[in-house]
């Protein structure tokens, strides 16, 4: 590719090309010059918020710091040794947690590459961070496949991360500034990030829904490798099998959308679309019911009772497991 003399020019060449619709990276590029008026060969310093702005953006982020710390340890841990920092950025393109090697700390804040910056796509044209958040899919941002030619020493690796209701909320990433990175060595980091990305989006997913019942489906849609819904389909039910809560793949493939889980639907009614961990729990709970009635010698009250549930509720669930013919 380009080099830091020609990237301008380089990067010209590809949108000329017509490249835009079938690449992402070229798309953005396209963005950068079009929509946001960058221009490649002008150089600024990173911008950065100050601390009181800082502390605000990771007040509005909420618990995601302390469900991501684990992963960003861990993606640290595993890579940090390899000249890698591992950033946690809001919705906004700004990194509010990091890891990182001292010896390494000083270029790597140079770059930018610390909490409080701005990685948005309209202030630091293609980069991981913001061309992530843009995008809504993982991807890899290789050394000069940046839009400014300030950034091309380094590769970013990131992947979204959306809340308990589908919505994005930030980026998990990682970025190096190994002169020797190769894009294999990046595609490993790449797959370790989007992993460490959806393992947080998973738990945030339960700890918001606490005591209901998470339900991991089978289910596939008719795009399954629709890079803007990859992860985990998690639905959440609560005790009267009523489904409340789908995470943003979910939602994509059952159709469910904020309208749809703010009355609840039955889990039941998502059965024609082959949730087997699902049709599971339900098998599960038609048993429950059986022996509910059973050591009460078909007594409803007093079933109910045992089953810790009320009696409208054990009723919707007989008419639902067909167990009242």
């Not at 039910?237 to 703010?262: E, F, Q």
Request: net charge neutral; with cysteine.
């Amino acid at each position: 590719m380009g080099t830091r003399g020609n990237h301008a020019n380089f990067i010209e060449n590809a949108i000329s090309t017509n490249m835009a619709t079938k690449n992402p990276v070229v798309a953005s590029w396209q963005r950068s010059i079009n929509l946001h008026n960058l221009d490649p060969d002008h150089y600024k310093a990173p911008q950065r918020l100050s601390s009181y702005e800082l502390n605000e953006a990771r007040d509005r982020i909420g618990s995601l710091i302390h469900i991501a710390n684990p992963r960003l340890d861990r993606l640290y841990l595993a890579l940090g040794s390899v000249g890698c920092c591992v950033l946690l950025a809001d919705a906004n393109g700004v990194p509010v947690a990091r890891r990182g090697a001292e010896p390494d700390d000083k270029t790597f804040n140079e770059f930018g590459l610390w909490t409080g910056a701005l990685w948005s796509e309209d202030s630091e044209g293609t980069n991981g961070i913001g061309t992530c958040l843009i995008e809504e899919r993982a991807l890899t941002i290789h050394k000069d496949q940046h839009f400014h030619s300030k950034n091309i020493d380094f590769s970013c690796s990131a992947a979204p991360i959306f809340d308990h209701v589908g919505k994005l909320m930030g980026a998990l990433d990682v970025s190096s500034c190994r002169a020797d990175l190769t894009q294999g060595f990046s595609q490993l980091i790449s797959d370790s990030v989007i992993a460490a990305a959806l393992r947080i989006e998973s738990e945030n997913f339960c700890q918001n829904f606490e005591g209901s019942k998470i339900i991991l489906t089978n289910s596939q849609s008719n795009d399954e490798l629709n890079p803007k819904y990859q992860g985990a389909s998690l639905l959440a039910v609560d005790g009267d099998d009523m489904v409340i809560g789908a995470t943003r793949r979910a939602r994509h493939i059952y159709g469910l959308g904020d309208k749809n889980l703010k009355t609840a639907i039955p889990l039941s009614s998502l059965n024609g679309q082959d949730i087997d961990e699902a049709g599971q729990y339900m098998k599960s709970g038609q048993r429950a019911v059986k022996q509910a009635l059973a050591r009460s010698g078909g007594n409803i009250t007093q079933a109910a009772l045992a089953m810790g549930i009320s009696r409208a509720t054990l009723h919707r669930k007989i008419k639902r497991f067909e167990l009242d013919s």
